[in-house]
């Protein structure tokens, strides 16, 4: 019996052709229309989950590898993270710095992991000119904001790192030219200005990698969950409640929506983890003002527990962070209020300001912070990637592109320590929810919100 808000640690699979979230981005977006599987289906290559990762990877397999895949969605299209998130393409995914990319796998690794996370970027631009989708981008990159004092001196040692190592464009941002030329906060002492980022809306770009997808040849089912992955022959045998698709090859692309019990290559390896976000009023000319917040602006703080916020094309203000520990508690309102509070704090000049929506989504975070897109067993039948924690726009497109070529036994891939290992199992998996608690503790004690 599902519980009103999907757990993957609690419930068998994400429910059977449910509606959007009541997001800000779902408001006036039909659901992408296609039938459920239905009666007996064979196809070569199985995808699960109906996101940027698995569409991404439908698309590449079917446009540059002749290969004619199935996906199956349990509900609607970009029904999870990739219909609910805050629309920045970033640079980057899991939680490792490139500093620490650096000490853990050497220079060469480093500048390798760095090239594929700005070709994530080009890849999702390719794919929104190649399919001319109408996911609204914003440019004018983003800002990595330094919330105290403390943070600017890493910040800037962060740019001058990627500056000199990684020849990156991005620069420092004082305190006074933030103040002058983008918002006005108590919180922001410095930063560091990402020009090649951007953002976009999410659920119209989902929609538009599955038109891109169906129209290269892949076959695309909603409402469609899988209850039952069986080994047949050297074959794979998915169930869904109305159809069964026999397949050589599955690629697992459900990411934090992983039921827990689902299959061997994934469960235990990943931890789903709640990310919530509010959506203000639009704000008056009076409050755009008095915040100092300009057209485009995207930020996130070097908080220990970040905090991400977004002016949408419309002036309200987009606010995200993290959500609840157990999804039965998504929805409680404390949440919205926590960040509505943070929100203030952050832009004292938006006081009285309305949260109008609210919404959360699981994000999938791995024990190394760090991802994969991995080949799960010998014979080369088993993929998935997953593990973004939280970071995953760019990535999860890459990622989709990256299982493609691996699917389709293509050589010619970078040798990314994403490539290299599985996710590591997590080693008292049912104790997840106790570590986060004190995560979270942790950190707002950090950062001095208790
Ligand atoms: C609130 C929030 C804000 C975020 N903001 C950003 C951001 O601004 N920038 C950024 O880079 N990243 C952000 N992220 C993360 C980003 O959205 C994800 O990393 C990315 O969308 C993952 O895509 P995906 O395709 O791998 O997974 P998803 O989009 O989550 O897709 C997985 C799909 O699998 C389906 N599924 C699961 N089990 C089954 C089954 N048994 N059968 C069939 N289907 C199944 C689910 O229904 C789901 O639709 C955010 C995430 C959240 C929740």
């Not at 997590?426 to 995560?439: M, N, T, V």
Request: charged share 15%.
């Amino acid at each position: 019996m599902l519980s009103s808000f999907y757990d993957p640690l609690l419930d068998s699979n994400p429910g059977t052709g449910l509606p959007y979230p009541e997001s800000y981005w779902a408001q006036g977006i039909s659901p992408w229309s296609a039938p459920a599987l239905s009666g007996e289906q064979q196809t070569e290559v199985a995808v699960i989950g109906g996101g940027y990762t698995g569409l991404s990877c439908a698309w590449h397999l079917a446009s540059q590898h002749g290969i004619q895949p199935t996906v199956l969605e349990a509900n609607q299209i970009g029904w999870g993270c990739s219909g609910r998130n805050g629309g920045f393409v970033l640079n980057g995914t899991g939680r490792l710095s490139f500093s620490q990319i650096e000490s853990k796998w050497g220079e060469q690794s480093a500048q390798a992991v760095y090239a594929e996370y700005r070709q994530a970027i080009d890849t999702v631009s390719a794919l929104i000119e190649v399919g001319s989708i109408p996911c609204e981008p914003v440019y004018g990159g983003y800002l990595k904001i330094a919330h105290n004092r403390q943070s600017v001196e890493e910040l800037k040692q962060q740019a001058t790192l990627m500056r000199n190592k990684f020849g990156d464009p991005l620069r420092f941002i004082s305190a006074q030219e933030l103040e002058q030329n983008f918002l006005h906060s108590p919180q922001a002492h410095g930063a560091l200005h990402y020009p090649y980022s951007f953002g976009l809306h999410p659920l119209k770009l989902a929609q538009g990698y599955a038109n891109m997808a169906r129209q290269a040849g892949a076959s695309i089912h909603p409402q469609s969950p899988v209850i039952q992955i069986r080994p047949e022959g050297n074959k794979i045998r998915l169930l869904t409640p109305s159809g069964s698709l026999l397949a050589n090859k599955l690629v697992i692309a459900s990411n934090g929506y992983t039921p827990n019990q689902f299959h061997s290559a994934v469960d235990k390896r990943h931890f789903p983890v709640l990310s919530s976000i509010i959506v203000t009023s639009p704000l008056s000319a009076a409050q755009l003002e008095a915040s100092g917040l300009k057209s485009g602006l995207m930020a996130m703080d070097t908080r220990t527990l970040k905090y991400y916020y977004r002016l949408l094309p419309d002036n309200r203000l987009l606010f995200g962070g993290r959500g609840a520990i157990r999804g039965k508690d998504a929805n409680h309102p404390v949440y919205k209020k926590r960040l509505l509070k943070v929100l203030i704090q952050t832009l004292p000049a938006l006081d009285g300001i309305q949260a109008e929506y609210f919404w959360s989504g699981w994000v999938s975070v791995s024990l190394d912070d760090y991802p994969r897109i991995c080949q799960a067993d010998d014979e080369g039948r088993v993929f998935y990637a997953m593990g973004y924690c939280g970071s995953g726009v760019s990535f999860a497109s890459q990622a989709g592109k990256r299982l493609a070529q691996r699917v389709a036994g293509d050589l010619n891939l970078p040798a990314l320590p994403f490539m290299q290992s599985p996710l590591p199992t997590f080693p008292i998996a049912q104790f997840r929810r106790l570590g986060l608690w004190a995560f979270y503790h942790l950190g707002r004690f950090r950062d001095g919100l208790l």
